[in-house]
DNA sequence: ACTAGTGTTATAGTTAGATAGTACACTAGG
DNA sequence: CCTAGTGTACTATCTAACTATAACACTAGT
């Protein structure tokens, strides 16, 4: 387990953001046994109180539960999950098309260059595509 | 002129995105003067060596000239300017795909869900695409 | 020369994020 | 009871970003 860490953004950030994208992409099902602190923190080299800040926010958010003693679990209402997936996607495409709106592109040459960009790419779009193959659809 | 900041990317960083918008999507005309550091602080209401900062890197990046006593003047290099939007343009396309694809959506996925956007938003899509030249921010 | 407007530099202080190290509290299992 | 593994809490220190304030240097116009 490793992340790419960009130094403009906080690190707990960062990290709440990849166990999110593991849970709503199916890496993590609803119910599994999180990381503890100290495994991730050696894990990514990390301090354990970055990944405590982590862990709370990703609590308050709803989106793993905490048995004292026993260990940090992801959330078993999936609705919850969707939810957060929806979120995030949404977030994602607002940043793309306002970015590009804001660059001069117009809708019609968004359209175009996601076209351009997902034909390239035409490897990943086969079936399997994950080796998990727990990519939950939507 | 005024900025909604995220308070987890620093603030020079984020006045940087803005000016350089405004010159990739001509807002800004090469050879145009820039606001100087202090009218750009006072309207920004942001210190004025935060500013300074934001203009050194734009500087690093000949994104902007400097004549010293003058003041600070877009770029006459319209092939840097080109180079800048293909650069800003193909970091928002990868972190939205590729973010996309983390969440667990297909490329035909994607391309849907841009399609469906840009359909919800056609009001911008007419030609003319910047009516009095104001490219809002985010 | 003077002035206004510009870029430039410097010092000091504040805050958030991250680190290092330690200690305490809870739980399951032997 | 004891231990290992877990979450939790606290203090201290460091750094980057930001602020506040001041001073200096250059340029054009008068």
Redesign the interface.
């Known amino acids: 387990m490793s992340i790419e860490f960009d130094n403009?953004?906080?690190i707990y950030?960062q990290i709440m953001n990849y166990i999110k994208?593991q849970i709503?992409?199916?890496l993590l099902q609803p119910g599994d046994k999180i990381p503890s602190v100290r495994e991730l923190a050696a894990d990514l080299q990390i301090n354990p109180n970055t990944i405590q800040r982590t862990f709370q926010e990703l609590e308050r958010e709803e989106v793993v539960e905490t048995k004292r003693g026993l260990g940090r679990y992801v959330t078993s209402e999936e609705s919850k999950i969707m939810a957060i997936?929806k979120e995030?996607?949404g977030e994602?495409?607002h940043?793309?098309?306002?970015?590009?709106?804001?660059?001069?592109?117009?809708?019609?040459d968004?359209?175009t260059?996601?076209?351009e960009?997902?034909a390239a790419?035409?490897s990943?779009?086969r079936k399997g595509?994950?080796p998990d193959g727990h990519?939950?659809?939507?």
């Open positions: 403009n953004l906080p950030l994208r709503v992409s199916g997936k995030m996607a994602l495409l940043q793309f098309i306002h970015g590009m709106q804001e660059l001069g592109f117009k809708n019609q968004i359209v260059i996601v076209k960009a997902v790419d035409g990943k779009d595509a994950h990519i939950a659809e939507s």
